[in-house]
């Protein structure tokens, strides 16, 4: 999927990424737009999913979710039942933030919140593992965030102007 975006766009883009709160009217006054030109855009590009949603990002430790980790998963089979079961399984799980079909020697990675060791490791043994097309878990708990952002690199998206 490929979208054509100008320098008008790219600049909305950044500017939400960077500080999603501010008015349309402040907003188009940034990327030098009218207020309704700059809607309009906004509308667009949302209609489009290149914006997918708007969310408020809040700090887990602040509501004591002091763990966080990274789980590889391998299934036991490599079909398409198999992944499409534990797909269906896991997506209403409150403690998966994401999670991805990967390449290598495992078939997902996992992240995910707890509150404390207890609770992530029932997590792990009561219900990832009781998965019966789970074949094995290894999971990475995060000592200390280094670097954490969702904002895209707007200077990657520059090839992809009219």
């Not at 079909?101 to 992240?111: F, K, S, V």
Request: contains cysteine; charged residues 25%; negative net charge.
């Amino acid at each position: 999927m490929s979208i054509r975006l100008d320098n008008y766009d790219l600049n909305i883009l950044d500017e939400l990424q960077n500080r999603g709160r501010q008015s349309n009217a402040d907003l188009a006054e940034k990327v030098h737009l009218s207020a309704s030109q700059c809607l309009r855009r906004v509308r667009r590009l949302e209609e489009q999913e290149v914006i997918r949603s708007y969310a408020a990002l809040l700090n887990p430790e602040a509501l004591g979710l002091g763990i966080q980790a990274f789980i590889h998963i391998t299934l036991e089979k490599h079909d398409e039942d198999p992944a499409k079961v534990f797909s269906e399984e896991i997506k209403d799980w409150e403690e998966v933030l994401a999670c991805w079909a990967i390449t290598g020697d495992t078939d997902y990675l996992m992240h995910v919140v707890a509150p404390n060791l207890k609770i992530f490791s029932e997590l792990v043994l009561k219900r990832l593992l009781a998965q019966p097309m789970v074949a094995s878990v290894k999971s990475s708990i995060l000592l200390e965030e280094l670097k954490a952002t969702n904002v895209l690199p707007s200077t990657h998206l520059v090839g992809n102007t009219e």
